[in-house]
């Protein structure tokens, strides 16, 4: 084995890369990418600007070009595309396995993309053509045309033979699909059945019929769980007819389950926009400013309330002392009550505790750790303060904060998935503002009542 | 093909299934899960006592009930098995992959295990063996023992021969691997390959000598970045000596990608141990616990603090207005710079760049929200509350805070990965504490020279 090494991206080598850019050094770029994995390559673009890519791309092999422009993120390759013409991205294109293909072709301006389309050899052009239907986060959407069909009268011979004409156009196969003369799916023969099996046999004797498939409108969210459940490696798709219109392979799956936890993180962290560290100052500004507004209207709104109490907090200044202790415990009691439901949620095949269950148990964990962490508080006050009467508000109110946000950490991620949002949205930066102004009119109620 | 249809846990299922485990009645069950993916069942166990689902295994061939016992989470699984005698696991685990009989064995009390593997079959109990030496979280650990060898020199022909022979012990292959006479792995050959060729090819001609393998002692993460990087459904693990060790399978790295996800996101949400909604409310209670005390730790460290500003307080009560606005701003640009750094830490390929380069970044996109948000909420206390001094008090804060909260979020995600913990600990209550702290510090030392 010619030893397979990591390619690791230096500050040095990319220093040096940069270098042989400015100088256009044709011969050093080709040289130092030559055993390069296309996926390395990908990366190390991310370092330089369009026109650099574009440069270096020229210099590397159709086939590697090709390769690489798929692995490119989505943002970073519509940019990159922009100083491609037509004719250049066909060439591309025609390289490239349908739904890779059909991914670019979504990102192209209409015109170009047109353009693109009527320039594919006529077996993509179909193929393609068919997957632009379909949204992006569907089964359609996700789906590759290219698979091996067999017809279950066949003999195991037969088979190979039809695989070998049908392998041509597709890179890589673990699974022999099985159709009847409409191209309804029946089942499938694993390729290692059929290489292990007596080569007389009948494709009918060796393949499996209770197979898993799923229908074109399934979301990704949908195809992944159950590719997850049942451990598959790749699963066919059906139209409403019952006809195989394509496949699903686990790479892309894993894909979808990556962005996935990307985007739940984001949501959680109070983040909009799609960004990462190394965008630019403003993107990065843009895409926190939103929910720091939202943090600083609950703000706003929290000084108008305790405005309010001014009376209260002018007669006993000690009372200010506690709103960042109730505001922390309300903020911290929210969130983790929200992120178990929306694990609950993601996780699928567990019977859905009804409502009424799922509180009355949410509620008995908020009255144990509530009870905890009042009397904790109690304690703490009593010796720190002294001033007992102001002791048992604090741990009066901290106790109903604690069962307060539980409930409204419980509920709100189950309202926003009901009305089909994420609820990971719960988790971030909305439901702390909530529960800041809950855990502070819960406070002041309690002081009003009680001191 | 016999429809597949997706399972659907209904609420009547269970209740009667309940019903039916109550009456001991074993042909209800039978006749129930006849049709039903060994998965399906898995999900459905969860909804009952060990002791009943040994019951409703027990029914169940051997070949399911094995597929379904490795099916089940660890947890869920350590548990049950405690009512199972040494040899009903062992015939369980002779029906295995050794990756998944290495799993059970790991999770069983030593002396069971012990007896256990005694009973196992000659082949699998060496594998299993071997494989025991390794942590579960590195490639040894993940890998299974069962693949298919070739040799160079061997024709398509002899090699599928060789296939058939090996292949009785192999439930799942796609890729043979290619060794020279000491196991030293020399490549491989797509399942594909050997398909289409001519038959009297050398293996020596068809293999690709180019490939992407893992040593064993890589952690599980490193093994997921490789796979995910390259594309890959299945990598050689090799030992220090370039030997073939073992194989992994993408299905096993969608379960670490999909745990780590997990972790992170209750790391976040500031849950300390693996809980879900549905375990007991003592565990649940216990989990929230610990980060919730240091909530309440930084609160009373908070109420201390401001008591020692209780004549400015007493002076200008509204000065507690604006307490819960700094310290929400404060909480939540703290986990947004925190969360960008741990995304940029598990993002792996790109260029490091120096800590000075990202620590001037933050600042500039700090510096322009703090602007921002100090603009605007003075330009709305002056509308609402009239106290000119106050406002510019407040906003030079709020400012001050915005800045020095990014800067703590992220070199604190920073040190911890230095240090070796999972830098998603930093964008959870641990951060938001430590910078509602730093909120109140800046906004009353604010005070205190301006007011």
């Known amino acids: 084995m010619k030893q397979f090494v990591e390619f690791e991206l230096t500050t040095e080598f990319r220093d040096r890369f940069q270098e042989a850019l400015d100088q256009r050094?044709?011969?050093?770029?080709?040289e130092s990418l030559e055993d390069v994995n296309p996926a390395d390559i990908s990366a190390l673009l991310y370092?330089?600007?369009?026109e650099e890519s574009k440069y270096t791309l020229d210099i590397l092999s159709l086939e590697i070009r090709a390769k690489i422009i798929s692995d490119l993120d989505s943002e970073t390759r519509t940019n990159f595309l922009k100083s491609y013409e037509p004719t250049e991205i066909t060439e591309i294109i025609n390289?490239?396995?349908?739904?890779?293909?059909?991914?670019?072709?979504?990102?192209?301006?209409?015109?170009?993309?047109?353009?693109?389309?009527?320039?594919?050899?006529?077996?993509?052009?179909?193929?393609?053509?068919?997957?632009?239907?379909y949204d992006e986060n569907v089964a359609g959407g996700l789906m590759a045309k290219e698979l091996i069909k067999a017809r279950s009268n066949w003999s195991v011979v037969q088979?190979?033979?039809?695989?070998?004409?049908?392998?041509?156009?597709?890179?890589?196969?673990?699974?022999?699909?099985?159709?009847?003369?409409?191209?309804?799916?029946?089942?499938?023969?694993a390729l290692q059945d059929i290489v292990i099996s007596d080569a007389n046999k009948?494709?009918?004797?060796?393949?499996?019929?209770?197979?898993?498939?799923?229908?074109?409108?399934?979301t990704d969210t949908e195809v992944a769980g159950i590719m997850k459940k049942y451990d598959l490696e790749s699963v066919p798709v059906v139209n409403v007819q019952g006809q195989l219109v394509g496949r699903i392979t686990i790479d892309d799956i894993v894909d979808v389950i990556t962005e996935q936890a990307d985007e739940d993180?984001?949501?959680?962290?109070?983040?909009?926009?799609?960004v990462e560290e190394d965008d630019t100052v403003w993107k990065n500004t843009r895409a926190r400013l939103p929910w720091l507004l939202i943090g600083i209207f609950g703000g706003m709104l929290s000084a108008r309330f305790m405005g309010l109490f001014e009376a209260e907090l002018a007669r006993v200044t000690a009372i200010a002392f506690f709103v960042?202790?109730?505001?922390?415990?309300?903020?911290?009691?929210?969130?983790?009550?929200?992120?178990?439901?929306?694990?609950?949620?993601?996780?699928?095949?567990f019977v859905d505790e009804g409502l009424l269950q799922r509180l009355t148990k949410v509620l008995f964990v908020a009255l144990l750790n509530g009870f905890f962490l009042s009397v904790l508080v109690f304690g703490a006050n009593w010796l720190l303060f002294g001033n007992q009467q102001l002791s048992i508000v604090v741990s009066i109110a901290l106790f109903s904060v604690v069962v307060f946000a539980s409930l409204v950490g419980t509920i709100t991620p189950l309202i926003l998935d009901r009305f089909g949002f994420n609820p990971a949205v719960a988790s971030g930066p909305f439901i702390t503002t909530i529960n800041d102004l809950l855990g502070l009119t819960v406070y002041f109620i309690t002081i009003q009542v009680m001191l």
Request: glycine share 6%; aromatic share 6%; charged share 25%.
């Open 159 to 189: 088979c190979v033979e039809e695989i070998r004409k049908q392998a041509e156009n597709v890179t890589k196969f673990y699974t022999v699909f099985v159709v009847d003369e409409d191209d309804k799916l029946l089942g499938k023969v």
């Open 202 to 218: 009948l494709v009918a004797d060796i393949y499996e019929q209770d197979i898993v498939s799923v229908e074109t409108y399934l």
């Open 95 to 133: 390289l490239l396995d349908s739904d890779d293909a059909a991914d670019i072709l979504n990102e192209l301006p209409i015109k170009k993309s047109e353009e693109v389309i009527a320039g594919l050899d006529p077996t993509l052009r179909s193929q393609v053509i068919d997957l632009l239907r």
């Open 324 to 349: 960042p202790l109730i505001q922390a415990t309300g903020g911290n009691v929210g969130i983790q009550s929200s992120s178990l439901v929306v694990q609950s949620l993601a996780s699928t095949g």
């Open 25 to 30: 050094d044709s011969q050093f770029i080709r």
């Open 265 to 274: 993180r984001q949501l959680m962290s109070g983040i909009t926009e799609d």
């Open 47 to 50: 370092e330089f600007n369009p």
